[in-house]
């Protein structure tokens, strides 16, 4: 997702320029925003070691009529950050370096206010972004960007700091369903075959939610169950306080307290809730599931704690404080799994730290030294890294200018090496690449080593014929990868490109 934070006064653009805008007066949120400069982009995550989401099925209700508009094989991309939701895809044969001039662009799509990367599915990419007064959910023709059905959602959302209005949390796609969740809270599902509503649920009214920061980030996570009639649970961070509890008043953030619905599972069928846990607010990580000693386990990274829950039952089996002091910061990005341990990072305090879990109990390896930010190799903001080999490489670094894509040992936390430039960067892996969107439109392929950044390709995307540059910042959402094609979200416009044909 992304949360942005913003100067009262004075709104500072990616370029450094001053622009006089409308802003809050409240010294303290002032404040925040001279220290923020950003948003967290919803780019929440599954990251299982081996542990797979549940894929498509058309024997589903959901799939009636629902047939695939690929032309290719390979492999959808349905959840955020990817099938698994750790950012990394299988497709080979990719081909690079590209032209001087970069890739081919198969086509371009305008785009309302937003910051989340599209989901793809049954060749059909699901674009959520919002115009005047609706949040807009688009299915357009993965291949061709033709568009095959339209639905509008009203909203009234306003964001605390001044970004922009729109969904920050990507769609998730599962047995023919779309689920989305915006910025205020509403979570719907639709028919992917025609956007036909099929449940909604207003979860901010519903459980009396108090407005945080920059609205609704974490994207939904799915989960089949075991026991009993084995539905699948559309499970999201919910973060609601009582209804005669907590003030309303943004200004009073500090007073907020949660009240049983940190996590909410709903039916995916129908829309019913199955179970709500924990008194934690909401935060803009994706939960993910993984398997821990033969369990399957969530792990959720709310506002103050990281928890371990059995989604059966929405039991909380252990939790871990790791956080900022500061009231105005946030948590982001999404924990990194491998094997029986977890990785969290974050950019306003402690950094990061390695967990282990043992027992359904969490372990501490590792963390970052206390008051060595400066020190500290991986700070990450939104951007969730991606593990390969060992290494961990993504993004470091609170603001545009001083962000540095590197790359660090999974076990130990050391750097490797790091590249300035590219802001606060989203990465995926590719074919033993990493495909990098910088945060001012760049696009880079770098290889997957820990010995240098080796730049393959680096290139500005532009039209062929106007020359006008395709991708404004920021480009803050996670770059999409399914069946050799490449999708891509600055300012304003969805991008599509043909990995495989350059």
Same mark, same amino acid.
């Given at each position: 997702?992304?949360?942005?934070?913003?100067? +009262?006064?004075?709104? @500072?653009?990616?370029? $450094?320029?001053?622009?006089?805008?409308?802003?809050?007066?409240?010294?303290? =949120?002032?404040?925040?925003?001279?220290?923020?400069?950003?948003?967290?982009?919803?780019?929440?995550?599954?990251?299982?070691?081996?542990?797979?989401?549940?894929?498509?099925?058309?024997?589903?209700?959901?799939?009636?009529? =629902?047939?695939?508009?690929?032309?290719?094989?390979?492999?959808?991309?349905?959840?955020?950050?990817?099938?698994?939701?750790? #950012?990394?895809?299988?497709?080979?044969?990719?081909?690079?370096?590209?032209?001087?001039? *970069?890739?081919?662009?198969?086509?371009?799509?305008?785009?309302?206010?937003?910051?989340?990367?599209?989901?793809?599915?049954?060749?059909?990419?699901?674009?959520?972004? /919002?115009?005047?007064?609706?949040? /807009?959910?688009?299915?357009?023709?993965?291949?061709?960007?033709?568009?095959?059905?339209?639905?509008?959602?009203?909203?009234?959302?306003?964001?605390?700091?001044?970004?922009?209005?729109?969904?920050?949390?990507?769609?998730?796609?599962?047995?023919?369903?779309?689920?989305?969740? &915006?910025?205020?809270?509403?979570? +719907?599902?639709?028919?992917?075959?025609?956007?036909?509503?099929?449940?909604?649920?207003?979860? &901010?009214?519903?459980?009396?939610?108090?407005?945080?920061?920059? #609205?609704?980030?974490?994207?939904?996570?799915?989960?089949?169950?075991?026991?009993?009639?084995?539905?699948? =649970?559309?499970?999201?961070?919910?973060?609601?306080?009582?209804?005669?509890?907590?003030?309303?008043?943004?200004?009073?953030?500090?007073?907020?307290? *949660?009240?049983?619905?940190? =996590?909410?599972?709903?039916?995916?069928?129908? $829309?019913?809730?199955?179970?709500?846990?924990?008194?934690?607010?909401?935060?803009?990580?994706?939960?993910?599931?993984? !398997?821990?000693?033969?369990?399957?386990?969530?792990?959720?990274?709310?506002?103050?704690?990281?928890?371990?829950?059995?989604?059966?039952?929405?039991?909380?089996?252990?939790?871990?404080?790791?956080?900022?002091?500061?009231?105005?910061?946030?948590?982001?990005?999404?924990?990194? @799994?491998?094997?029986?341990?977890?990785?969290?990072?974050?950019?306003? &305090?402690?950094?990061?730290?390695?967990?282990? @879990?043992?027992?359904?109990?969490?372990?501490?390896?590792?963390?970052?030294?206390?008051?060595?930010?400066?020190?500290?190799?991986?700070?990450?903001?939104? +951007? !969730?890294?991606?593990?390969?080999? *060992?290494?961990?490489? #993504?993004?470091?670094?609170?603001?545009? *200018?001083?962000?540095?894509?590197?790359?660090?040992?999974? /076990?130990?936390?050391?750097?490797?090496?790091?590249?300035?430039?590219?802001?606060?960067?989203?990465?995926?892996?590719?074919?033993?690449?990493?495909?990098?969107?910088?945060?001012?439109?760049?696009?880079?392929?770098?290889?997957?080593?820990?010995?240098?950044?080796?730049?393959?390709?680096?290139?500005?995307?532009?039209?062929?014929?106007?020359?006008? !540059?395709?991708?404004?910042?920021?480009?803050?959402?996670?770059?999409?990868? +399914?069946?050799?094609?490449?999708?891509?979200?600055?300012? $304003?416009?969805?991008?599509?490109?043909?990995?495989?044909?350059?």
């Amino acid at each position: 997702m992304v949360a942005p934070s913003i100067d +009262a006064v004075w709104l @500072v653009d990616l370029a $450094g320029r001053r622009r006089r805008g409308k802003g809050l007066q409240m010294n303290v =949120l002032r404040i925040f925003a001279k220290c923020l400069i950003s948003t967290f982009i919803v780019y929440g995550s599954i990251c299982g070691n081996g542990f797979s989401q549940d894929r498509d099925a058309d024997s589903k209700p959901g799939t009636d009529e =629902l047939n695939s508009l690929w032309s290719r094989p390979g492999e959808d991309w349905s959840l955020f950050l990817g099938p698994t939701g750790n #950012g990394r895809s299988k497709l080979r044969g990719l081909v690079v370096p590209w032209a001087e001039t *970069g890739p081919e662009v198969c086509w371009t799509i305008e785009l309302g206010e937003g910051y989340c990367g599209p989901s793809v599915s049954k060749g059909r990419a699901i674009v959520f972004d /919002r115009i005047a007064g609706d949040e /807009r959910l688009r299915c357009v023709h993965a291949e061709t960007g033709e568009l095959i059905w339209e639905e509008r959602s009203p909203t009234g959302y306003v964001d605390m700091f001044g970004y922009d209005g729109g969904p920050r949390s990507s769609p998730i796609l599962c047995d023919g369903y779309v689920i989305s969740y &915006g910025a205020e809270g509403l979570l +719907a599902c639709r028919r992917l075959v025609d956007g036909s509503l099929q449940w909604k649920v207003e979860t &901010g009214k519903e459980f009396h939610v108090v407005p945080n920061f920059f #609205g609704v980030g974490a994207s939904p996570v799915i989960y089949k169950t075991t026991s009993g009639s084995q539905r699948k =649970l559309v499970i999201v961070q919910v973060g609601g306080s009582a209804s005669d509890g907590s003030p309303a008043d943004p200004q009073r953030l500090d007073l907020v307290k *949660g009240f049983d619905s940190g =996590l909410v599972a709903f039916d995916i069928e129908n $829309g019913s809730e199955v179970w709500r846990t924990s008194n934690e607010l909401a935060s803009y990580s994706t939960p993910l599931l993984n !398997t821990f000693d033969g369990e399957v386990r969530l792990l959720a990274w709310m506002r103050d704690r990281l928890l371990l829950i059995d989604p059966e039952s929405g039991a909380v089996k252990d939790s871990f404080f790791w956080r900022a002091k500061e009231l105005f910061s946030v948590v982001a990005a999404s924990p990194v @799994v491998h094997a029986a341990e977890v990785l969290l990072s974050e950019t306003y &305090g402690p950094g990061s730290v390695l967990l282990g @879990v043992e027992n359904d109990l969490f372990v501490e390896r590792r963390r970052d030294p206390p008051r060595s930010r400066h020190r500290n190799s991986l700070r990450c903001h939104w +951007a !969730t890294p991606v593990l390969h080999d *060992g290494c961990v490489y #993504g993004t470091t670094g609170r603001n545009a *200018g001083d962000a540095l894509f590197v790359c660090t040992d999974w /076990r130990t936390g050391e750097l490797h090496w790091k590249e300035p430039g590219l802001g606060r960067a989203g990465c995926v892996l590719v074919d033993g690449v990493l495909i990098v969107l910088s945060e001012f439109g760049e696009l880079l392929v770098i290889k997957a080593s820990k010995k240098t950044c080796e730049i393959i390709s680096r290139c500005e995307l532009v039209d062929r014929q106007t020359r006008d !540059t395709l991708l404004s910042p920021p480009c803050w959402a996670s770059p999409v990868v +399914a069946h050799g094609y490449l999708y891509i979200r600055g300012a $304003g416009k969805l991008v599509c490109i043909d990995l495989m044909n350059q």
